[in-house]
């Protein structure tokens, strides 16, 4: 039987010990590599998640939209006071549901605050030489925030200053493209 001498000894363990150490960083990358994945997909989760939230939420709103509608018609109406108190005691559990997911009503301060195009969508305009131009002056429809994110934007009335002479407004704008063709489009006011 042949023994292998003290070089060749020291050759195959420079060897295993090179192999071993690549097999350590092929196992560090693939670690590393997995860690990275996991962290990715539990990103893609959460965030599905508030994307399912939002859809969700948008519906529930619309639905206790019509319950504080429906509950200012009972305010008005011949109802029983039994049956009004009930009836706000769902609206008041919808409103908890509603909080306990991060839901909250966008504050609008009327005739003090001007329109934020972030928050706020403007449906109507007044003309109304009281305020600056684009004061919000009623909101028509409650903007929510989810967690500090807008989900809804209130629906508002904003001002306008009005028009003090008709003459001081252009008849015609005149607007021309690139100087190459110089088209001119008219646009008439009504």
Do not use: W
């Amino acid at each position: 039987m042949q023994t292998k001498s003290e070089t060749e000894l020291s050759g195959e363990l420079e060897t295993l010990r090179n192999q071993s150490e690549s097999l350590r960083g092929s196992l560090a990358r693939l670690q590393a590599d997995f860690d990275n994945y996991r962290k990715i997909t539990e990103r893609e989760c959460v965030s599905l998640r508030e994307r399912l939230l939002e859809g969700l939420i948008r519906r529930l709103l619309d639905h206790y939209e019509d319950l504080k509608r429906a509950s200012k018609v009972l305010k008005n109406a011949d109802v029983d006071e039994s049956t009004m108190k009930g009836f706000n005691m769902i609206v008041q559990n919808f409103e908890r549901l509603l909080a306990d997911e991060g839901v909250r009503q966008i504050p609008v301060y009327l005739g003090k605050e001007k329109l934020d195009p972030y928050k706020h969508e403007a449906i109507l305009v007044e003309n109304d030489d009281r305020f600056e131009e684009n004061t919000v002056l009623e909101m028509i429809d409650a903007g929510y925030y989810l967690n500090n994110k807008v989900l809804l934007p209130a629906r508002v009335k904003v001002s306008r200053k009005p028009v003090q002479d008709s003459t001081t407004v252009p008849s015609t704008i005149e607007l021309h493209q690139d100087q190459s063709n110089m088209q001119e489009y008219e646009i008439s006011t009504r």
